[in-house]
């Protein structure tokens, strides 16, 4: 069975809580935050939601770099799926996460609305 998307946001929603401010006379916006540091955070945090998120990814090492699936790619659809979190995505050109090479073209940012 895989893992409800609701589990995976509820997993993750402290951490974008966190993330802080851009702040300039004309804006006050909360900054958008990758999949991968997502990740990397729910690592640093021995969350339970990591073992669960690896093995129904199969892959040790994580990232999912390269492979149709991932723990990165698993918190990026729940992510981008639900309304109270916003979406937006970033060109990867040139672009080494940690030694992996993006999967894709784009990857997907996030933060609270």
Known sequence: MT???SEIVEA?????EAVDYHVTRTRHERRFLMGYQIWHDLERMNHPIC???????GTAEGEGGGSQDGPV????????????IETQYT????????GVPPSGTDCGIFRLK
Request: hydrophobic share 30%; glycine share 8%; net charge neutral.
């Open 3 to 5: 893992m409800p998307h």
């Open 12 to 16: 993750c929603r402290p951490i974008l």
């Open 51 to 57: 073992d669960t998120l690896r093995l129904e990814a």
């Open 73 to 84: 790619k698993r918190i990026g659809q729940a992510l981008g799926n639900c309304t109270d």
């Open 91 to 98: 060109d990867t050109r040139g672009i080494t996460i940690d």
